[in-house]
């Protein structure tokens, strides 16, 4: 979507701030969360237990590999990935 209204040139800051918002919600607020109820050592450890960080191992070693997608799967994801924005508009009411 926001190729479209933007333009290829926005393809690139957009990833950056996407990839910016995922470190700040997944590592320092449930990092901070975690240090408040728990503290110490518990609170570095759950950070690596959310889900994005979990799959960010496969995934990378997925993508490094240069293995090609079947095409029942790439088409799954694709499928999902363009259901999340009506489904979130759905469940915010708007």
Not at 33 to 56: E, Q
Request: hydrophobic residues 60%; aromatic residues 10%.
């Amino acid at each position: 979507m926001i190729e479209f209204l933007l333009g290829e040139a926005s393809r690139i800051p957009a990833k950056i701030y996407f990839l910016a918002i995922v470190f700040i919600s997944f590592v320092i607020c449930v990092g901070v969360a975690s240090c408040a109820r728990r503290g110490g050592m518990t609170a570095i450890f759950s950070v690596f237990k959310t889900p994005a960080l979990l799959a960010l191992i496969p995934a990378l070693a997925f993508n490094l590999s240069e293995v090609e997608v079947p095409a029942f799967l790439s088409r799954m994801s694709g499928l999902l990935g363009q259901a999340m924005i009506p489904a979130m508009l759905i469940t915010l009411g708007v």
